[in-house]
């Protein structure tokens, strides 16, 4: 028997199991602030490019080392909500004295996060090219 281990160590790509012993999918996010060791669900995506299911930290039986365990049955996976992703938030930090040199680094930072990740002021549904972004993740293994 697997020794269990802390959600932080949980990564894309794990499986996921049913109470009953059926593979349901496998993980895809981890929802949780790791600073203060809050662990609040997961994102469990049943199929390749579905919308992945939020599961509950209170349903999650089990962490092993590449398999979370479910306290509900398979059937039940199916009436889970939709993962969402979480609204993103902007870190305001306070203006330095390093010069012009660092203010120009500061906004090439700020402009590269919008890019990436711009500011969203509410849950939101995955798109699909978010959902290929999960799958190729999940199959790194990141």
Same mark, same amino acid.
């Given at each position: #028997?697997?020794?269990?281990?802390?959600?932080?160590?949980?990564?894309? %790509?794990?499986?996921?199991?049913?109470?009953?012993?059926?593979?349901? %999918?496998?993980?895809?996010?981890?929802?949780?602030?790791?600073?203060?060791?809050?662990?609040?669900?997961?994102?469990?995506?049943?199929?390749?490019?579905?919308?992945?299911?939020?599961?509950?930290?209170?349903?999650?039986? *089990?962490?092993?080392? %590449?398999?979370?365990?479910?306290?509900?049955?398979?059937?039940?996976?199916?009436?889970?909500?939709?993962?969402?992703?979480?609204?993103?938030?902007?870190?305001?930090?306070?203006?330095?004295?390093?010069?012009?040199?660092?203010?120009?680094?500061? *906004?090439?930072?700020?402009? *590269?996060?919008?890019?990436?990740?711009?500011?969203?002021?509410?849950?939101?549904? #995955?798109?699909?090219?978010?959902?290929?972004?999960?799958?190729?993740?999940?199959?790194?293994?990141?």
């Amino acid at each position: #028997m697997a020794e269990p281990v802390s959600w932080l160590l949980i990564r894309p %790509g794990w499986k996921v199991v049913a109470s009953d012993g059926t593979e349901i %999918g496998e993980i895809d996010e981890v929802a949780g602030d790791s600073s203060r060791d809050i662990f609040d669900g997961l994102a469990c995506a049943t199929s390749a490019l579905g919308q992945p299911r939020y599961v509950p930290a209170e349903q999650v039986s *089990e962490i092993t080392e %590449g398999v979370v365990r479910l306290s509900i049955a398979a059937d039940q996976v199916a009436s889970l909500g939709e993962y969402r992703e979480p609204a993103t938030s902007l870190e305001i930090e306070p203006h330095s004295r390093g010069g012009t040199g660092e203010a120009i680094e500061a *906004e090439a930072r700020r402009l *590269e996060a919008d890019a990436v990740a711009p500011i969203q002021s509410h849950e939101h549904s #995955m798109n699909i090219f978010r959902r290929i972004w999960f799958l190729v993740r999940r199959r790194r293994g990141r």
